[in-house]
């Protein structure tokens, strides 16, 4: 197997999930499963090949420095929010 | 397709497309109908009555995929977490449609997220086949394919990111388009993979989805990345040179195949230049589009924090119990499989052998559609291996389900048009596509050909 029970627990943290115990054994298989088909691309030369992120290579696309007005407003986007109190997200206490 | 004038009413369109949804709901086309529908085509039809101009697709019902934001009903994305999401917000594509005043039906059903390519990853359950109600629609825009090719509606959106527009466009009989990368704006489309997404169209004819993709093409300030409008330019009247991508035509089933030979000699009778290319990079792009789609989708789900929008768990101790519970209550098995092989790819370590790997490999495909390219003005390919698969066959194995996508990963990496074209049907009646790919903003160009042979 290409990836461990341990590293998929230390994912799951960064990833901001939890998974029972049948879940672990079940992502141990089918990560593996995917990682060794992505092995694959070990076959390739890559030496010296930059890498692209972009297909048409954009970088810096820039706008006037102008304040427009968006769509929503403040109270639009907090009414989104599941918990707010005066005008502000809630969420559990953190200290 | 028809569009409201003196003759025809947008009422009767809309009612129509109504009546069929309700015919057909067993297939589980919907997630959700627009309220608003009717009220929109009574109008349409008082703007005709008084002799005022209205748009080009006026009183056209159209059906949209739930992960397009608007405030016209809820935008779920197929997922418990925004099950009761209302954006405030819309999408930069549904706005030019409603400026050409197309009336929004309803949304579609979708693997949640996208993640998937049946629709059987959906928290509301499973779209059926349109040819047999055993097999899956495909996906993940799935709930769009079966809506046009039921009839319901003339066209439908859907978002392709590795082939979530084509492969069910292909298992349903219908022409799917999945544009140039930036032809269609991004703005209030819920994100997948940022450098793949793309927005395009299912209809029934080459004309329709032209005028579609025409109306929703061209630049938006609000989506950097997005393109100046190429739409316009007609495409050149001429015999086009189509290479027949010889590395997939070994990798399909007999039927499917037939079924791409005859449209192969459909093309040639039609007076085009038909000869076999071979692309060997080809074969690493599903590998390619595996690590660069969920290394950036681990990103963008990340927003789901069930504390500024989405569904919250309950009952939970602190804030890290909150994050966690709310994603594990409110995404899909395969949404959490896929943002934890994203994290896997980009974390420390390996982050050069997947993550920049994989975009070097990126850069060789590439510069081996490039070469082509020099050659001919079309690839062609089956759509997809085989035909529509039983529901359930292929939910316990996620790899077997990411081999979908084998054919149709290559010219998303690569960010270049790809349309699924209907290209007959085996003895069992299921329906076979080929997938047309062209240069980059070369699309008006695939969808005329396509027309040649339909």
């Given at each position: 197997?290409?990836?461990?029970?341990?590293?998929?627990?230390?994912?799951?943290?960064?990833?901001?999930?939890?998974?029972?115990?049948?879940?672990?054994?079940?992502?141990?298989?089918?990560l593996?499963?995917?990682?060794?088909?992505?092995?694959?691309?070990?076959?390739?030369?890559?030496?010296?090949?930059?890498?692209?992120?972009?297909?048409?290579?954009?970088?810096?696309v820039?706008?006037?420095?102008v304040?427009?007005?968006?769509?929503?407003?403040?109270?639009?986007?907090?009414?989104?929010?599941?918990?707010?109190?005066?005008?502000?997200?809630?969420?559990?206490?953190?200290? | 397709?028809?569009?409201?004038?003196?003759?025809?009413?947008?009422?009767?369109?809309?009612?129509?497309?109504?009546?069929?949804?309700?015919?057909?709901?067993e297939?589980?086309?919907?997630?959700?109908?627009?309220?608003?529908?009717?009220?929109?085509?009574?109008?349409?039809?008082?703007?005709?009555?008084?002799?005022?101009?209205?748009?080009r697709?006026?009183?056209?019902p159209?059906?949209?995929?739930?992960?397009?934001?608007?405030?016209?009903?809820?935008?779920?994305?197929?997922?418990?977490?925004?099950?009761?999401?209302?954006?405030?917000?819309?999408?930069?594509?549904?706005?030019?449609?409603?400026?050409?005043?197309a009336?929004?039906?309803?949304?579609?059903?979708?693997?949640?997220?996208?993640?998937?390519?049946?629709?059987?990853?959906?928290?509301?359950?499973?779209?059926?086949?349109?040819?047999?109600?055993?097999r899956?629609?495909?996906?993940?825009?799935?709930?769009?394919?079966?809506?046009?090719?039921?009839?319901?509606?003339?066209?439908?959106?859907?978002?392709?990111?590795?082939?979530?527009?084509?492969?069910?466009?292909?298992?349903?009989g219908?022409?799917?388009?999945?544009?140039?990368?930036?032809?269609?704006?991004?703005?209030?489309?819920?994100?997948?993979?940022?450098?793949?997404?793309?927005?395009?169209?299912?209809?029934?004819?080459?004309?329709d989805?032209?005028?579609?993709?025409?109306?929703?093409?061209?630049?938006?300030?609000?989506?950097?990345?997005?393109l100046?409008?190429f739409?316009?330019?007609?495409?050149?009247?001429?015999?086009?040179?189509?290479?027949?991508?010889?590395?997939?035509?070994?990798?399909?089933d007999?039927?499917?195949?037939k079924?791409?030979?005859?449209?192969?000699?459909?093309?040639?009778?039609?007076?085009?230049?038909?000869?076999?290319?071979?692309?060997?990079?080809?074969?690493?792009?599903?590998?390619?589009?595996?690590?660069?789609?969920?290394?950036?989708?681990?990103?963008?789900?990340?927003?789901?924090?069930?504390?500024?929008?989405?569904?919250?768990?309950?009952?939970?101790?602190?804030?890290?119990?909150?994050y966690?519970?709310?994603?594990?209550?409110?995404?899909?098995?395969?949404?959490?499989?896929?943002?934890?092989?994203?994290?896997?790819?980009?974390?420390?370590?390996?982050?050069?052998?997947?993550?920049?790997?994989?975009?070097?490999?990126?850069?060789?495909?590439?510069?081996?559609?490039?070469?082509?390219?020099?050659?001919?003005?079309?690839?062609l390919?089956?759509?997809?291996?085989?035909?529509?698969?039983?529901?359930?066959?292929k939910?316990?194995?996620?790899?077997?389900?990411?081999?979908?996508?084998?054919?149709?990963?290559?010219?998303?990496?690569?960010?270049?048009?790809a349309?699924?074209?209907?290209?007959?049907?085996?003895?069992?009646?299921?329906?076979?596509?080929?997938?047309?790919?062209g240069?980059?903003?070369?699309?008006?160009?695939?969808?005329?050909l396509?027309?040649?042979t339909?």
């Open positions: 197997m290409s990836i461990t029970r341990e590293e998929i627990l230390h994912l799951s943290k960064m990833s901001s999930l939890s998974f029972s115990d049948a879940e672990i054994e079940g992502l141990e298989k089918d593996g499963n995917i990682l060794d088909y992505v092995s694959r691309l070990d076959e390739l030369d890559t030496e010296g090949v930059e890498l692209t992120y972009q297909v048409f290579k954009m970088q810096n820039w706008r006037e420095d304040l427009e007005k968006a769509e929503a407003d403040r109270d639009d986007l907090l009414a989104l929010a599941p918990a707010v109190k005066d005008h502000q997200l809630k969420v559990p206490k953190i200290l | 397709m028809k569009i409201a004038d003196k003759d025809t009413r947008a009422v009767d369109l809309v009612r129509k497309a109504l009546d069929k949804a309700k015919e057909f709901e297939y589980n086309v919907f997630i959700s109908l627009n309220d608003e529908a009717l009220k929109k085509a009574e109008e349409i039809d008082r703007r005709i009555a008084a002799g005022e101009k209205v748009g697709l006026a009183g056209v159209y059906a949209l995929k739930d992960d397009f934001l608007s405030p016209e009903g809820k935008t779920t994305a197929g997922s418990k977490m925004l099950e009761n999401f209302r954006s405030p917000i819309t999408a930069t594509a549904v706005a030019k449609l409603e400026t050409e005043d009336i929004c039906l309803g949304r579609t059903n979708m693997d949640a997220f996208s993640h998937g390519a049946s629709t059987e990853n959906s928290y509301f359950g499973p779209t059926l086949n349109s040819r047999d109600k055993t899956a629609a495909g996906g993940s825009s799935g709930g769009s394919a079966v809506a046009v090719a039921l009839g319901i509606v003339p066209f439908a959106l859907g978002t392709d990111t590795g082939g979530s527009i084509r492969q069910p466009a292909a298992y349903n219908v022409i799917g388009v999945r544009p140039t990368y930036g032809a269609v704006s991004r703005y209030g489309v819920i994100a997948m993979s940022s450098s793949i997404d793309t927005v395009g169209c299912f209809a029934t004819t080459a004309d989805a032209d005028l579609v993709m025409g109306v929703m093409a061209g630049r938006d300030e609000a989506d950097a990345t997005s100046d409008d739409w316009s330019a007609e495409p050149e009247n001429k015999k086009l040179r189509v290479g027949v991508i010889k590395d997939f035509m070994n990798s399909a007999g039927e499917v195949l079924c791409t030979n005859d449209y192969i000699d459909k093309l040639k009778g039609l007076g085009h230049e038909v000869s076999e290319i071979e692309m060997p990079t080809l074969k690493y792009g599903l590998a390619i589009y595996y690590v660069v789609q969920s290394a950036e989708l681990a990103s963008t789900m990340m927003r789901f924090d069930s504390i500024r929008f989405g569904r919250q768990a309950e009952n939970v101790k602190g804030l890290d119990d909150l966690t519970r709310s994603r594990d209550e409110g995404l899909m098995m395969e949404n959490k499989r896929r943002i934890m092989l994203g994290n896997y790819v980009v974390s420390t370590g390996l982050y050069e052998k997947y993550y920049l790997k994989a975009q070097k490999a990126r850069t060789l495909l590439m510069a081996e559609y490039d070469r082509a390219f020099e050659k001919f003005d079309v690839l390919c089956p759509t997809t291996p085989s035909t529509a698969f039983k529901l359930g066959s939910t316990g194995d996620p790899m077997e389900m990411y081999l979908e996508d084998l054919m149709l990963a290559s010219p998303s990496m690569a960010g270049l048009p349309i699924s074209v209907p290209a007959g049907e085996t003895t069992e009646g299921l329906t076979v596509g080929v997938q047309l790919v240069p980059q903003c070369s699309d008006r160009s695939l969808l005329k396509a027309k040649e339909m």
